[in-house]
Nanobody, 118 residues
Framework: QVQLVESGGGLVQPGGSLRLSCATSGINFSFYDMSWYRQAPGEQRELVARLGRSGITNYADSVKGRFTISRDNPKSMVYLQMSSLKPEDTAVYYC????????????WGQGTQVTVSP
């Protein structure tokens, strides 16, 4: 059974930092491209950052230079280091796994709330 469990969300002041973690189980982690998405109230879910199996990264323009995605293959973990946070970063953040080796499958975590407010 595939499980993605996010943690690390919370309330932070503008300019602050948070580190999100996503623990995965039930997958061969090295076969998967890992991503973080976010969804603000009333908005569509959007890609924040992606880290492929090859190590290639993609970031939304709005977070470039502030957020960093990383993965630990032996631990089957993916992280999102967020700094210089802004109120507009407030959203539920979701971990996403897409198998890119072999048959394509996709899995989502349950999300973790990040609130940036004074």
């Amino acid at each position: 059974q595939v499980q993605l469990v996010e943690s690390g969300g919370g309330l932070v002041q503008p300019g602050g930092s948070l580190r999100l973690s996503c623990a995965t189980s039930g997958i061969n982690f090295s076969f998967y491209d890992m991503s973080w998405y976010r969804q603000a109230p009333g908005e569509q879910r959007e890609l924040v950052a992606r880290l492929g199996r090859s190590g290639i990264t993609n970031y939304a323009d709005s977070v470039k230079g502030r957020f960093t995605i990383s993965r630990d293959n032996p631990k089957s973990m993916v992280y999102l280091q967020m700094s210089s946070l802004k109120p507009e970063d407030t959203a539920v953040y979701y971990c996403n796994a897409v198998r890119s080796l072999g048959a394509r499958t996709e899995s989502w975590g349950q999300g973790t709330q990040v609130t940036v407010s004074p």
